[in-house]
């Protein structure tokens, strides 16, 4: 199996099974979030990180184009812009612009492992820009797959709060199936 075979079939699997959980939302449940501990996402705003937790991630490692402004990178932002409180996320205003957006990024998740090449993801060795400079450089196949598990980590996220929620998912439903 090859690194884009391996990418291909966890992006399919992972977008698949985020949307069918997306599905289950109603819009009138974006602003809940659990009620105990602190700094939760609402539905809404783990919603929106969803839509950009690996296609955009993916572009960045592809192309070097993190969305920063001409001259800045990861290093020049302040903490709280790397990681803001929950509070500061932004939320989708539906769930339909949450599944219209989720279908664009596993196309640009799609898109940045054809474009990267098999060579590219077996050879290219690159570090996180958010890593520390003693994290070792990692193949560029692992970047990526490292943002499939970044999705698939916030899908789980998602599947709890349903639960929490009181609606009826189980296994089957965490894996899409």
């Not at 884009?4 to 079939?9: C, E, F, V």
């Not at 820009?129 to 698939?152: F, K, N, T, V, Y």
Request: hydrophobic fraction near 40%; glycine fraction near 8%.
């Amino acid at each position: 199996m090859t690194w884009t075979d391996l990418l291909i079939s966890g992006i399919d699997e992972t977008y698949k099974a985020t949307d069918q959980l997306m599905a289950m939302v109603g819009d009138d449940e974006l602003d809940w979030k659990p009620a105990s501990g602190s700094n939760w996402m609402t539905t809404g705003q783990l919603l929106m990180h969803l839509t950009n937790a690996c296609g955009l991630c993916c572009q960045g490692f592809v192309t070097g184009d993190w969305g920063l402004p001409e001259g800045m990178d990861m290093q020049d932002l302040p903490p709280d812009a790397m990681l803001p409180p929950a509070e500061k996320l932004p939320a989708v205003e539906s769930v339909a612009d949450a599944r219209r957006l989720l279908a664009a990024d596993m196309e640009l998740a799609l898109r940045m492992v054809d474009e990267a090449g098999e060579d590219r993801l077996d050879n290219e060795m690159l570090r996180a820009p958010w890593a520390s400079p003693e994290c070792a450089d990692q193949r560029l196949g692992q970047h990526l797959l490292g943002m499939i598990e970044h999705l698939a980590t916030h899908k789980a996220q998602l599947f709890y709060y349903l639960k929490l929620q009181g609606k009826d998912v189980n296994t089957m439903h965490l894996w899409g199936m």
